[in-house]
């Protein structure tokens, strides 16, 4: 049996305080609203009660925001691309942003399972003046357990349509890809950090992003298999390869930090699920 589901998440301002309306098909949920912050920013929490996908599933997410509203979006768990038969196991994200709008989108790494199918899309479109931090972390295989990443698929596509693109596929079988110096080079997590402005971002503005990223990358452990660009002036990118999960994202949740102090003069806020 497999499974398709929708959500849409739609944020709004009223009565000076930022609010998420949403609706479902399928079994992917919201839990309630929390402002650890404060009223102007609104924090989420994304529930997929299956746990992961398989051949065949499709999760379609539809996020937007418009006015000042801010909102900040997590899940209290990876998302697993789990062994297909052969169907594709698909996952997609259209955010749209209006207006001043800003959106943390914070999910935990996505699981790619030996013998997937799988493709995680996230596709951007943001006004003039709206903002975007967001990230995106993938594990291939389960390295502490003993099961490797050796058959199967994973493609990745980002995409600010116009400004920028990502899109990579991943195989299993290219061991030039997944072990060679010019690609994974053995290591078996990949993530990024990105800041999207929906305008040019101003050069002292940009260069203080790529300062405070890069003093944050020199210090850490994972400075020989990290680096922080500007592939445009719109868009900047933290890039990390790690062996696991867990100091890849220690890493990009140091630089998040400083990056909502230095673009918005956010104080450092994590949302609780991370706690628990």
């Given amino acids: 049996m497999t499974w398709h589901a929708q959500l849409d998440i739609d944020y709004t301002v009223e009565q000076n305080r930022t609010v998420a309306r949403h609706s479902h098909t399928g079994p992917l949920r919201v839990l309630q609203s929390l402002y650890p912050e404060g009223d102007a920013t609104c924090h989420n929490v994304l529930v997929h009660p299956p746990g992961g996908l398989v051949g065949g599933d499709t999760l379609d997410m539809r996020i937007s925001a418009s006015g000042s509203a801010h909102g900040l979006i997590t899940t209290p768990g990876a998302t697993r691309f789990y062994r297909s038969a052969g169907e594709l196991a698909l996952q997609r994200t259209h955010i749209s942003l209006l207006d001043q709008a800003r959106l943390e989108w914070l999910p935990l790494e996505a699981i790619a399972y030996n013998q997937c199918r799988a493709e995680n899309r996230l596709t951007l479109n943001l006004a003039p003046q709206a903002e975007f931090i967001g990230w995106d972390v993938t594990a291939f295989g389960l390295p502490s ?36 110096p010019l690609g994974l080079a053995g290591q078996r997590c990949m993530a990024s950090l990105f800041f999207v402005a929906g305008t040019a971002l101003d050069r002292p503005r940009r260069e203080r992003g790529l300062e405070l990223a890069r003093d944050m990358l020199a210090s850490h452990s994972l400075c020989g298999t990290a680096g922080a660009t500007c592939p445009n002036s719109q868009v900047m990118v933290v890039r990390v390869l790690a062996p696991l999960v867990e100091p890849a994202v220690q890493l990009l949740r140091q630089v998040w930090l400083g990056w909502r102090a230095h673009f918005w003069q956010l104080s450092a806020v994590t949302p609780r699920i991370w706690s628990t």
């Fill in 145 to 180: 357990a003993a099961l490797p990443f050796e058959q199967g698929s994973y493609l990745q596509h980002i995409e600010l349509p116009g400004v920028w693109l990502e899109r990579g596929l991943l195989n299993a079988a290219d061991a030039r890809l997944m072990n060679g």
